[in-house]
């Protein structure tokens, strides 16, 4: 190397106080061979006092003392309302129907009005919501008009027959729905009722474009957006920001006959033997868990499908079939309850598409804990038997 050897003797000798053995320590002196000026802590202390304060300002900016300087108070930013947006006479209306289970909108449905917010806000149109009824979430969802159709419970027929008469009275652009058994199904009955053209499963959408994987997805198959389509899961992401009027508007509906459907009613499953990726919700045991017996009675008392980590399946405490996580069962559920789960990597992408997550554990800073939209930092084994208790009570006359 052509860099010189550093003497630390002869450093010490040069810099030795004269008539002593004591080394000087000046650090008022000349730069080192770097070129660097030495840090002077002394010259440090004639800097200017913080106002109101006994601490020194220490920005690189106060060389020398300053005087009569006034520090003005950071101003506090208040976190801004959502805008409201009104929409009083658009030129076009893109229509959407939510499948909306139990009388909410699904991450499916949120993201249909984000595709409609997309194709009205290209050209001044607005988003009217065909509902069965009216909600609150739905002007926060992205909805201008919301409409309410005058059909109730499961009649896929009748809603047809409803939606292709809004169809052919108002100035509908686009009519979208969740590719989905309920969403999938009306729209189709609706093209064979009004001859309308119809794009299935689309993947992605602009206001020119729409497209699809085909055969085997070997192929995509692209056009422009038709009148009539339906929306594949996480093709588009939900509408976010503003607020808009979800103003309730009026419509004569023409009188319907009798179709081939007389009456339908829904059964609902045994949570119990309900099948994971079609639980809407999941309550887990994790290595927290080692009273499985009160896990059993809690799952039962609130009428939940039961799930599990790996550990547990592992050591054979729970059935394979119950492993929740991508090496498991990856849940569509709308709600999660995690007992005594640390949240492995895996586990974490299992519950990815969960809605709401609530988890119990004792470790503050779990990846579960973090996860959770609720968390409960407390034991799961006394947890389970507390929450036992207040349903009984719930339950009780």
């Known amino acids: 190397m052509s860099r010189p050897r550093k003497d630390p003797r002869g450093a010490r000798a040069a810099h030795r106080v004269p008539g002593g053995a004591r080394p000087r320590f000046d650090l008022t002196a000349t730069p080192v061979a770097t070129g660097r000026p030495r840090r002077d802590p002394r010259a440090e202390e004639r800097l200017a006092l913080v106002p109101g304060t006994l601490r020194r300002r220490l920005d690189r900016s106060q060389r020398a003392p300053a005087v009569g300087l006034v ?226 009675a809690l799952v039962a008392a609130l009428r939940a499908t039961p799930g599990a980590s790996r550990m547990l399946c592992d050591a054979g405490l729970m059935p394979r079939a119950a492993q929740v996580g991508a090496s498991g069962t990856v849940l569509e559920a709308r709600g999660y309850f995690a007992l005594g789960i640390a949240g492995a990597p895996q586990h974490l992408q299992g519950v990815a598409r969960c809605e709401h997550v609530i988890a119990v554990n004792t470790d503050l800073h779990a990846a579960m804990i973090e996860r959770a939209g609720l968390a409960i930092v407390a034991d799961a084994q006394k947890v389970m038997p507390a929450l036992l208790r207040l349903l009984g009570e719930e339950g009780a006359p």
């Open 71 to 296: 520090v003005a108070a950071a101003p506090v930013e208040m976190e801004a309302a959502p805008r409201r947006v009104v929409i009083a006479e658009p030129a076009f209306l893109v229509a959407l129907v939510p499948d909306a289970p139990g009388g909410r909108l699904s991450a499916h449905d949120r993201q249909l009005f984000g595709a409609a917010r997309l194709l009205a806000d290209a050209g001044g149109g607005a988003v009217l919501a065909l509902v069965d009824a009216f909600s609150e979430e739905l002007g926060a969802a992205g909805a201008d008009r919301v409409l309410a159709l005058p059909v109730s419970g499961y009649d896929p027929e009748a809603k047809a027959a409803a939606l292709n008469a809004a169809l052919a009275a108002l100035d509908l652009r686009h009519v979208l729905f969740a590719e989905s058994a309920e969403g999938g199904d009306l729209a189709r009955r609706l093209a064979a009722l009004s001859g309308e053209p119809f794009f299935a499963g689309a993947e992605s959408l602009s206001p020119k474009t729409v497209t699809r994987a085909a055969r085997g997805r070997r192929v995509e198959q692209r056009g422009a957006p038709v009148r009539l389509m339906t929306l594949a899961a996480d093709a588009l992401a939900p509408h976010a920001g503003s607020l808009h009027e979800a103003r309730p508007v009026e419509f004569a509906f023409p009188a319907t006959t009798g179709g081939a459907l007389l009456s339908a009613q829904f059964i609902p499953a045994d949570p119990a033997k309900v099948a994971l990726a079609e639980a809407d919700f999941v309550v887990s045991a994790g290595n927290g868990v080692s009273d499985l017996a009160t896990f059993r």
